[in-house]
């Protein structure tokens, strides 16, 4: 599957940015979504993911209540709405897809990766 990741931007701390991304192919039902970040520096961290089977949810605990990862297999998209942002969200955000395997928070356990969307937070 291939994967193409938007939405990023420069905000204001406290605002909301939501990030789409949009997979190709018939198959997208089958794939377990995830979000991952990396700041400068630092390696790439878990944010977020979604299952295939039956959409369960799992964050990470520093974004755990402001962001909230969804999917519509109709449109072949995962979607990141991330409210209240803080200038340490500061990242690039890559999605990434698992083709019928469970939420993972590393990174290697998945397949396909999209190019990444800058997300800015000034303070």
């Known amino acids: 599957v291939q994967l193409q990741a938007s939405g990023g931007g420069l905000v204001q701390a406290g605002g909301s940015l939501r990030l789409s991304c949009a997979a190709s192919?018939?198959?997208?039902?089958?794939?377990?979504m995830g979000w991952f970040r990396q700041a400068p520096g630092k390696e790439r961290e878990f944010v977020a993911g979604i299952s295939w089977k039956g959409g369960s949810t799992s964050y990470a605990d520093s974004v755990k209540a402001r962001f909230i990862i969804s999917r519509d297999n109709a449109k072949n998209t995962v979607y990141l709405q991330m409210n209240s942002l803080k200038p340490e969200d500061t990242a690039v955000y890559y999605c990434a897809a698992n083709f019928k395997g469970d939420v993972s928070r590393i990174p290697r356990r998945y397949d396909s990766w999209g190019q990444g969307t800058q997300v800015t937070v000034s303070s």
């Open positions: 192919g018939r198959t997208f039902s089958s794939y377990t």
